[in-house]
């Protein structure tokens, strides 16, 4: 699973992927696994200039990702089984991105 992060000032994202073996999603789509600390960058207005650096995608199949949003598609008795996720900053928020409704 590649799981990418554009909320800046999680210590969990580097280089807009996220390195956390835990990830947790709640019922409103908001990613309960954000720690702040790190780098707080906003990448938004280089969005379709200049690309940001990025991490390698991380594929890793034992990150543990926990998902309560009962009404995606991707949630399969509470996990996710999407093959990535993108959690956006949504008025200083982590949401998942990749929600579809069901």
Do not use: W
């Not at 800046?8 to 807009?16: E, L, S, V, W």
């Not at 996220?18 to 780098?39: L, Q, W």
């Not at 200049?50 to 009404?71: F, G, M, W």
């Amino acid at each position: 699973m590649d799981i990418k992060c554009r909320k800046t000032g999680c210590r969990f994202n580097k280089g807009q992927t996220c390195i956390a073996k835990f990830v947790d999603i709640n019922n409103n789509t908001e990613c309960k696994s954000f720690v702040r600390g790190g780098e707080d960058k906003d990448y938004s207005s280089l969005m379709f200039e200049t690309a940001p650096e990025y991490a390698n995608s991380r594929h890793i199949k034992d990150v543990n990702l926990k998902c309560n949003k009962q009404s995606c598609l991707f949630n399969n008795n509470q996990k996710c089984n999407a093959n990535g996720i993108t959690v956006l900053d949504n008025n200083g928020c982590p949401n998942c991105g990749t929600f579809i409704k069901d």
